[in-house]
């Protein structure tokens, strides 16, 4: 596709529940990045792909959130039992190289709503 | 810790000129970026510097002093649409980007 893309682009889930979120990067791009953006913040690093693997997790805050990218293209994140607190803009970026100063193209992001 | 800082909020009139600053503090450096971002869309690129000086696109420059932890980006002629928030991020030494909460920039007619 033209751009980064990601899905749903809302999400209102209720406490406990598990939820995935969908980045469809651009096309051939081999890098892929989430970040989470809070209100009035600048975004957070969660994980980063090169590829099908997770070449940096260090940013998952713990164990109920995890990524995967089995094809090397598009990826999903993974809550489980959500909490109020995850409530935040979920933001997916994909980059062309290998390098971490490639520019990085950010989808429209997936608003998560944890009532 | 690490640590990026800009103004929260500057307001500009159109036609004018204005410089965001950003300081940082981080454990290693691997450039650093400008990135705009309107209200509700997602961040765009605006400029990458790793050398110290000034790089200049269009109405948009970004200076860099790497032994003064510093960067501004400097906005010309201003427009409506340049209403937006300008995220600094800098690339740690594990390559990872360390992001500033924003500057809101408001422009005025």
């Known amino acids: 596709g033209a751009g980064v893309s990601q899905t749903p682009s809302n999400k209102v889930t209720e406490k406990g529940k598990y939820v995935e979120l969908r980045c469809d990067p651009i096309s051939g791009h081999t890098a892929l990045y989430w970040y989470r953006q809070s209100l009035g913040q600048g975004p957070e690093f969660l994980i980063y792909f090169q590829g099908t693997g997770a070449a940096d997790d260090s940013g998952l805050p713990n164990d109920r959130f995890f990524a995967v990218r089995p094809e090397g293209s598009v990826s999903t994140l993974k809550i489980q039992r959500t909490e109020r607190g995850d409530s935040a803009v979920y933001l997916c970026?994909?980059?062309?190289?290998?390098?971490?100063?490639?520019?990085?193209?950010f989808g429209p992001g997936t608003r998560l709503t944890v009532l | 810790g690490q640590n990026i800082d800009q103004p929260t909020e500057m307001t500009a009139t159109e036609g004018a000129i204005v410089q965001i600053n950003c300081t940082y503090q981080t454990s290693g450096f691997n450039g650093l970026f400008w990135y705009q971002q309107h209200a509700g869309e997602a961040p765009t690129f605006l400029s990458y510097n790793v050398l110290d000086g000034l790089e200049e696109k269009g109405r948009f420059s970004s200076f860099l002093s790497r032994s003064k932890g510093y960067s501004y980006l400097l906005l010309k002629e201003l427009q409506m649409k340049d209403s937006a928030s300008y995220l600094c991020?800098?690339?740690?030494?594990?390559?990872?980007?360390?992001w500033g909460a924003g500057t809101k920039l408001i422009i005025k007619p």
């Open positions: 991020a800098v690339l740690d030494s594990n390559y990872q980007l360390i």
């Open positions: 970026a994909s980059s062309s190289g290998t390098g971490h100063t490639d520019t990085q193209y």
